[in-house]
């Protein structure tokens, strides 16, 4: 069955960990971290002393999507905030050496590891790293926002990740203005792990809003 991760960039920060035990007892599977620098997107959220605290009230596990500048520099703090798994944009790296050295350093520590595709760039760039990550994230909007309307041409990328996985085991995920309807579009095209923010936190029904997406 799909995985649900609702994603906390549409919490209430004030009522955080009551937020986050309701979206775990509507059926949430993961929570999905938006950590946006205001220079890789145009918005600043949050960073990793925040997961840190998120850490030691949740058993959830916890999927860090990070949208910033030289994920390097801080991959560490959020490995010891016990992020669960660290997914980076591959358009955040200048080369393949880069890439291949934020795989390895996450794994080294034995956290799973994702790359991520904004919506114009093509699946074929992750082919050389397929076999080495844990995930795709595939970003159905612009990342920077939540509440976005979904943007169509995922739903190809993720029938291409599915049938590239053939003989590989990562898990194929899709982030923004995931509803109901595009989120059964999602999972009819293969995808495992659907990020859902506005969708789960401003339904008058949290635990219907999941269960619609499973
Ligand atoms: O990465 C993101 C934005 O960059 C968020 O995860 C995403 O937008 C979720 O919000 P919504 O479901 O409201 O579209
Ligand atoms: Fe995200």
Known sequence: MVKVAPSVLSADFAELKKDLDSIK???????HYDVM?????????????ILNDI???TDLYLDVHLMIENPMKYVDEFIKAHASSITAHIEAFSNEQDIRAFIQHVHHHGVNVGLSIKPA??????????????????MSVEPGFG????????????????QL?????YLIEVDG????????????????VLVAGSYV??????????????
């Open 165 to 169: 996985r053939q003989e590989r085991s």
């Open 55 to 57: 850490s030691q009230v």
């Open 147 to 162: 509440g976005q309307k979904f943007q169509e041409q995922a739903i190809s990328k993720i029938e291409q990740l599915d």
């Open 121 to 138: 760039t093509p699946v074929d760039t992750l082919i050389p790293y397929l076999d080495d990550l844990d995930l795709v994230l595939v």
């Open 37 to 49: 620098d205001g220079h890789f997107v145009p918005n600043i959220s949050f960073g990793y002393s």
């Open 25 to 31: 007892n509507c059926g949430a599977d993961w929570i």
């Open 201 to 214: 936190f401003q339904a008058e029904n949290r635990k219907e809003a999941i269960e619609s997406l499973k």
């Open 177 to 192: 203005g995931i509803n109901a309807t595009t989120g059964m579009l999602c999972r009819q095209a293969g995808a495992d």
